[in-house]
């Protein structure tokens, strides 16, 4: 009868324990919670925009760089100079005086470096940059359906559990009232005490039982709350029920699918595109290259003589130059 009290008492227990926190929940909440708190999701999400933000003609080299430069230079030179003579009446003279020299110079200028022609490079980078971002936005519906498929699985697993808790809670309770009716049996004679033990042992093992599944439930609605990035301290109260729904499905619907739905496969495929446009860019070294350099230069300057100062203003130096080169041969490589 000890054993029994203390189990009972244990089952009470664990059944009054209840975390800090609980909120109800839905399914279709716990997928919006989740998918608001994922952290896969949010990287993959930013690595999305990079690749749209890298997808442009800027970065496939279409458009010329231009750049503005300016060089300022700063010289100075300051020198004692001794002098020592006769005057026109015969006397002797002797003084020192100081020469400075300071110059400032300034050659602001713009510059323009365009390739005109790489055998179609910038073409097929444009392309590849697209590809690319076909292949970041997949990924991101890759750990969007990861996601929901996790939530799914936890939050019914959850709901099976609880299921079984009630299961077992009712086995525990006819195994109880099992144990009592065979206690009263033996008060009037018509049971032994091996028939006591028995029926108390088998209720002893419900118990326990009933304690591991509660330890389950909770364990699985901690794993769902690991999913939906919560604090482990919350226990969520879950709305919907447990319902199983049977679908027929046929082979060739699930092919179609596969081949229409199915991101892992769209993404492969990109892949190979991704890799095409790699061969035809190592095949663009075939052609040969045209670039165009042009730039524009003024120097100016500030001399100081003596505290007097000049300003000479140069005059304008421009460059327009074509470079066109083709390699013949480079030991086979390309």
Same mark, same amino acid.
């Given at each position: 009868?000890?054993?029994?009290?203390?189990?009972?008492?244990?089952?009470?227990?664990?059944?009054?324990?209840?975390?800090?926190?609980?909120?109800?929940?839905?399914?279709?909440?716990?997928?919006?919670?989740?998918?608001?708190?994922?952290?896969?999701?949010?990287?993959?999400?930013?690595?999305?925009?990079?690749?749209?933000?890298?997808?442009?003609?800027?970065?496939?080299?279409?458009?010329?760089?231009?750049?503005?430069?300016?060089?300022?230079?700063?010289?100075?030179?300051?020198?004692?100079?001794?002098?020592?003579?006769?005057?026109?009446?015969?006397?002797?003279?002797?003084?020192?005086?100081?020469?400075?020299?300071?110059?400032?110079?300034?050659?602001?200028?713009? =510059?323009? +470096?365009?390739? @005109?022609? *790489?055998? %179609?490079?910038?073409?097929?980078?444009?392309? #590849?940059?697209?590809?690319?971002? &076909?292949?970041?936005?997949?990924?991101?519906?890759?750990?969007?359906?990861?996601?929901?498929?996790?939530?799914?699985?936890?939050?019914?697993?959850?709901?099976?559990?609880?299921?079984?808790?009630?299961?077992?809670?009712?086995?525990?309770?006819?195994?109880?009232?099992?144990?009592?009716?065979?206690?009263?049996?033996?008060?009037?004679?018509?049971?032994?005490?091996?028939?006591?033990?028995?029926?108390?042992?088998?209720?002893?093992?419900?118990?326990?039982?009933?304690?591991?599944?509660?330890?389950?439930?909770?364990?699985?609605?901690?794993?769902?709350?690991?999913?939906?990035?919560?604090?482990?301290?919350?226990?969520?109260?879950?709305?919907?029920?447990?319902?199983?729904?049977?679908?027929?499905?046929?082979?060739?619907?699930?092919?179609?699918?596969?081949? =229409?739905? +199915?991101?892992? @496969?769209? *993404?492969? %495929?990109?892949?190979?595109?991704?890799?095409? #446009?790699?061969?035809?860019?190592? &095949?663009?070294?075939?052609?040969?290259?045209?670039?165009?350099?042009?730039?524009?230069?003024?120097?100016?300057?500030?001399?100081?003589?003596?505290?007097?100062?000049?300003?000479?203003?140069?005059?304008?130096?421009?460059?327009?130059?074509?470079?066109?080169?083709?390699?013949?041969?480079?030991?086979?490589?390309?």
């Amino acid at each position: 009868m000890r054993i029994t009290y203390i189990l009972s008492i244990s089952i009470i227990f664990f059944s009054s324990i209840k975390l800090k926190s609980q909120e109800s929940i839905s399914l279709s909440n716990a997928i919006q919670k989740g998918l608001e708190n994922n952290y896969s999701i949010r990287i993959t999400n930013l690595n999305t925009d990079i690749a749209n933000n890298n997808n442009s003609w800027g970065t496939a080299g279409l458009f010329p760089k231009i750049d503005i430069n300016i060089d300022p230079g700063f010289s100075g030179n300051k020198k004692e100079n001794d002098y020592s003579g006769q005057s026109f009446l015969g006397t002797d003279t002797s003084y020192s005086y100081t020469s400075e020299l300071q110059n400032f110079g300034m050659s602001p200028g713009v =510059s323009l +470096n365009w390739r @005109l022609f *790489n055998g %179609f490079a910038v073409k097929i980078t444009k392309e #590849k940059l697209e590809q690319y971002q &076909k292949l970041s936005e997949g990924n991101l519906a890759i750990v969007v359906e990861n996601t929901i498929q996790a939530i799914y699985l936890g939050y019914y697993s959850a709901l099976l559990e609880r299921e079984k808790l009630e299961i077992v809670k009712e086995i525990m309770a006819l195994s109880l009232d099992r144990y009592k009716y065979v206690m009263e049996r033996k008060k009037l004679g018509s049971a032994v005490t091996y028939d006591v033990l028995q029926a108390k042992n088998a209720y002893l093992a419900d118990s326990s039982n009933y304690l591991m599944q509660q330890m389950n439930v909770k364990n699985s609605l901690r794993n769902l709350s690991m999913l939906l990035g919560e604090s482990s301290g919350k226990e969520y109260i879950l709305t919907d029920g447990f319902e199983v729904l049977t679908v027929n499905y046929e082979y060739g619907d699930l092919f179609n699918k596969l081949q =229409s739905e +199915n991101k892992t @496969l769209k *993404n492969q %495929f990109i892949n190979q595109e991704i890799l095409k #446009k790699d061969i035809n860019l190592a &095949k663009s070294s075939l052609y040969p290259s045209l670039s165009l350099f042009s730039s524009v230069s003024y120097p100016i300057s500030n001399t100081s003589v003596d505290n007097t100062t000049t300003k000479v203003n140069g005059t304008y130096s421009y460059l327009a130059n074509f470079s066109l080169s083709f390699n013949l041969f480079n030991g086979f490589n390309t």
